[in-house]
């Protein structure tokens, strides 16, 4: 367990030689780890269980399978969100006026598990001020709609709760693992600096709090992070990352180093200025659920980079997302290697409404008699589903969900509820290009701007 937390739920399988196992990504959505297959496959999955289709797994490279969240919480150890946590957060949110409702994610039970939420909100009970970070790897130009998930989420936490944001962009993370190098030309580090700065246009739209918002490559900031780099490193065996991350002797060594580089924003301490000095904040990381083990590596270090009065002892505080299902299937997370599988943040209204059309995975019967009789299955219809994530009216949700699994009424049939479904992400998506638009290289500088942060 942590700093001295004898019996803490926190397990980690163990594996022959006492290393912790971890094998699952960082704050990025992508392939952060990228070892090779043979390695993963060698080493013991995170999560899997016996399912009817096929079995769950949730690891470093895969997400795939049918999903149990309920076994996934038992296996990782972490907490269900529960009604009273719930009713907690909006008395400290909505019950303050910051926010009109709880967002519709909490629920719908897609943001459905945590670690340590009651600490953060005894925090904010006492007047205490904690922190959010979130991050991405800038792999391509485009983010697509699964990308928008976690940042969507940060931005009505920031709203709600009134506090600071980090975001922290790995363009030297991409690079270790992706990077080329020629012997002509040199090699494409610069690639991954451009990628940032157009991803931070993408991630700007969603309405962050430019005051209260810190953008950072981590090409440009590292050095402000580098103590607590430092510290990290020595905190964590080699045997232990070789474990945890799935490192291989052909990894290299900017790969074994990075890890700590990812858990350094978890600590005040490394945002001096933005965060003012206070080193006895918290902090909160919303993240999909296959990215918690990778920060139980950093909660049993934490305590070895804060004052011995932490109220989390260092430990960053966690909220864990359900995944966004890819249009081909309920199962598993939208990739960005799957061009059909996703919804571009740069598709056309046309583009998205054929995307819909012909690859949104349907529940619907396969006769329109059969689906008069039986109704869909809502839980394998992807259209269904993406309504959860893009609807936030319960109500018309609840009728759609109605009529569709029954085969009655307006929406009886799959091709109704895509096209009440393409209507809305061409909403969403309409929205965000047109903020997007308007955001200059120059806005992107203020938003990298080392400065102190309202709060």
């Not at 020595?234 to 074994?256: H, L, M």
């Not at 909403?427 to 290289?441: F, G, M, P, S, Y």
Request: hydrophobic share 35%.
């Amino acid at each position: 367990g942590g700093g001295g937390g004898g019996g803490s739920r926190e397990s980690v399988a163990e594996t022959d030689d006492g290393a912790v196992k971890v094998q699952v990504e960082g704050v990025d959505f992508g392939d952060m780890l990228g070892a090779p297959k043979a390695a993963a496959a060698a080493a013991v999955p995170e999560a899997t269980t016996q399912a009817d289709e096929e079995d769950m797994v949730v690891t470093a490279h895969e997400v795939s399978g049918k999903m149990d969240y309920n076994k996934l919480i038992d296996q990782f150890g972490s907490s269900r969100i529960t009604k009273d946590l719930m009713d907690r957060i909006e008395r400290l949110t909505v019950g303050r006026g910051t926010v009109p409702c709880l967002h519709h994610w909490l629920r719908r039970d897609i943001y459905f598990s945590h670690r340590d939420m009651d600490t953060l909100c005894k925090q904010v009970e006492a007047g205490k001020p904690f922190y959010l970070y979130t991050g991405r790897g800038p792999s391509s130009a485009a983010m697509h709609v699964g990308h928008l998930v976690p940042f969507l989420f940060t931005k009505w936490l920031q709203d709600a709760f009134d506090v600071p944001l980090v975001i922290q962009m790995t363009d030297d993370e991409k690079f270790l693992w992706k990077g080329k190098y020629d012997d002509e030309k040199g090699d494409n580090l610069n690639h991954y600096y451009h990628l940032t700065m157009e991803n931070a246009k993408d991630i700007i739209a969603c309405g962050f709090k430019k005051d209260k918002t810190f953008i950072f490559s981590d090409l440009d900031y590292v050095g402000h992070m580098y103590p607590n780099i430092v510290r990290i490193w020595k905190a964590i065996t080699y045997s232990t990352a070789k474990g945890a991350f799935g490192f291989v002797p052909e990894s290299n060594i900017g790969q074994s180093a990075f890890p700590a580089v990812q858990a350094a924003p978890s600590f005040p301490s490394s945002f001096k200025v933005p965060l003012g000095g206070d080193d006895k904040m918290c902090c909160l990381i919303p993240c999909a659920i296959d990215q918690d083990p990778y920060f139980r590596v950093t909660r049993d270090i934490a305590h070895k980079l804060v004052p011995k009065d932490h109220p989390l002892s260092g430990k960053p505080a966690l909220i864990h997302a359900k995944f966004f299902p890819p249009l081909e299937g309920a199962g598993g997370k939208m990739s960005a290697s799957n061009d059909n599988s996703a919804v571009w943040l740069t598709d056309s209204p046309e583009t998205i409404k054929k995307k819909i059309k012909e690859y949104a995975f349907s529940g619907g019967r396969d006769t329109a008699k059969e689906q008069q009789e039986k109704g869909a299955d809502l839980e394998k219809d992807v259209s269904f589903q993406w309504l959860r994530f893009f609807l936030s009216d319960d109500d018309e949700l609840d009728k759609i969900a109605k009529s569709y699994g029954s085969g009655k009424g307006e929406y009886w049939n799959t091709g109704s509820v895509k096209e009440r479904l393409t209507t809305e992400v061409q909403r969403v998506i309409k929205e965000h290009q047109e903020r997007r638009a308007k955001i200059t290289d120059d806005e992107v500088r203020e938003w990298m701007q080392v400065r102190k942060l309202a709060f």
